[in-house]
């Protein structure tokens, strides 16, 4: 479970802020608190315990600044995974986790940006869901849309040459309905829309 800022930020009785929220009621999960928060005006920048580093603008919060929470850790299993690097936020905990049933739960303290987001999947080591269809090349984009009975996958090339779409998954070709089970090549500026039975 990853849970971002600004989840829960008022306890049941909708007062803000105490000791315990944010995160509120995820405060039982989570095994943290935040009693300060700041609107930052430039870059946020993070510090990974595993030595990596990120830089946040405020495109990446939605914001015109950087939303930055600074974690309290109130359980002895919970553990910094993330730092401040800035100003006075520098050296205050960013992300937190902590080990929950055959989970884990981690909480941070800026926006779920894809940037972030991507960092933090890679930093933490966390699993990928399974992907039927994936492609190495970067200028093809993979999209995936599910409802409760199909999965569709838009396969798009971006680029000016072909590339090669890996199939690992049964598919079905929406337009055509022909079986799709092998890998194949994207066209250039091409598509594909893939459908799978959940």
Do not use: M
């Amino acid at each position: 479970l990853v849970v971002g800022p600004l989840a829960g930020p008022r306890d049941k009785q909708l007062h803000l802020p105490t000791p315990e929220a944010p995160p509120g009621l995820f405060g039982e999960l989570t095994g943290t608190g935040n009693t300060q928060d700041t609107v930052w005006h430039g870059n946020v920048t993070l510090a990974g315990v595993d030595g990596t580093t990120l830089l946040l603008n405020g495109k990446d919060s939605g914001l015109h600044g950087g939303y930055a929470e600074v974690l309290e850790i109130h359980a002895p299993e919970v553990s910094a995974r993330a730092h401040y690097t800035c100003g006075w936020l520098s050296g205050r905990v960013a992300v937190t986790e902590r080990p929950f049933g055959k989970g884990r739960v981690i909480h941070c303290g800026v926006a779920l940006g894809d940037g972030f987001l991507s960092w933090l999947w890679q930093s933490l080591k966390l699993p990928l869901p399974e992907a039927p269809v994936s492609a190495a090349c970067p200028e093809v984009e993979i999209l995936s849309r599910r409802n409760a009975g199909e999965t569709l996958h838009f396969a798009l090339n971006h680029g000016d040459e072909a590339a090669l779409v890996e199939v690992a998954a049964p598919l079905r070709d929406l337009l055509t309905g022909n079986p799709v089970t092998a890998n194949f090549s994207l066209p250039p500026r091409g598509w594909r829309i893939l459908t799978r039975e959940n």
